[in-house]
Nanobody, 121 residues
Framework: QVRLTESGGGLAQSGGSLRLSCVAS????????MAWYRQGPGNQRELVAD???????HYANSAKGRFSISKDSGLNAVWLQMNNLKPEDTSVYYC???????????????WGQGTLVTVSS
């Protein structure tokens, strides 16, 4: 089972910054992609940014120029640096990992428990 632990959420003022962290607690998987999603009140979960093992990144239009996703060398941890935060960034942010279970060679996907980001105006 993929276990992901997020941290770093909290309260920020508009224009402020927060840095989210996500760490995979198992070495039993070879992750190909890790990502951050978010889900605001009454909204569907949406992709914020993702990064692959090569370091290639992809951002939602709402995140471009303000957010930056990074990873460790082995893609077992990712971070999301969020700058110039806006009230509409208020959401629960979820870490996601997709990869292969080393023992079975089966593809696996996991989600973190979510961390709340609240941006006040």
């Amino acid at each position: 089972q993929v276990r992901l632990t997020e941290s770093g959420g909290g309260l920020a003022q508009s224009g402020g910054s927060l840095r989210l962290s996500c760490v995979a607690s198992t070495s039993m998987f070879h992750f190909n992609t890790m990502a951050w999603y978010r889900q605001g009140p009454g909204n569907q979960r949406e992709l914020v940014a993702d990064i692959n093992r090569n370091g290639d990144t992809h951002y939602a239009n709402s995140a471009k120029g303000r957010f930056s996703i990074s990873k460790d060398s082995g893609l077992n941890a990712v971070w999301l640096q969020m700058n110039n935060l806006k009230p509409e960034d208020t959401s629960v942010y979820y870490c996601n990992a997709q990869g292969v279970e080393l023992r079975t060679s089966r593809t696996r996907e996991g989600w973190g428990q979510g961390t709340l980001v609240t941006v006040s105006s």
